[in-house]
């Protein structure tokens, strides 16, 4: 299948090469996990003297001092990096995991730990193919649909997801992480598809989903995780160009919350009632 143009930017734009790298484009210097953005530059420092640097149209620029842990890079490239260049490209990185099902993409969102990625893993067993671990990117530019790039990363889950999502587990991610790369059940998706739903996974003691509306919707856009905060930082928007930005996501996404218990015994109960929700959407 043919490549959308936002895919094909991506896979420009992303292209690294290893040599030197500015210790910093503002004017203070990085400390360890922090970075710097300009309108056509963007810094990211990660642990010691280990630096990306971007440059609109010229791709990634690695530069890996002695102390660097190469165990870390790909960790970096497909995080803050690559989220970083998407929002500097006009594209819109969100906090989510997401299914593949009739065609369309089901997200699912919420907080570090809320177990997004345990999810879609378990729904893999129920036929569903992955299409994206933890960041997925949204291309705005089609005023009638939401288009989704499918993920660049690697399904990573903890010791105790893994055994939860009977999914099979790979190397480590790092030395550091209790975390490990899976085999998604049912493969993954390697296409760009329209976005069908965002889904908000809460904590309650009775499994539902149900619709938002309203002002909620809004509101379920001001996240802090580090995809906000780049995409903000991009845009460059002042108070009124994001409250139109929200407003806009907020008209164009359909949205659900997914109240479920965080219990091992009703793991299965939650992925049941997820799985049917999707087929039924899918239709």
Known sequence: MTKTTAELMMEAETLVSYGA???????DALPDMSWQMSREEFLFRGIGDHLFHYRRGKGITVHRGADADAAHESLWLNGSVYAAIASMNGLLPIHASAVAAGGSVFAFSGPTGSGKSTLVAALGNRGFRLFCDDTLVLDLSDPDR??????????KLTSEALDLAAVTPQERVSPELDKFYAVPASGEVGVAMALA???????GPHPSITPLSGSERLMRFQDDHYTAQLFATARQFDRAGMFAHLSNMAQRIKMSRFVRPMDRARFNESVEIAARHVENDAD
């Open 146 to 155: 939401i288009m989704c790039l499918p993920g660049h990363k690697r399904l």
């Open 21 to 27: 790298v500015p210790d910093r484009i503002l004017d």
């Open 197 to 203: 739903e965002l889904i908000f996974l809460e904590e």
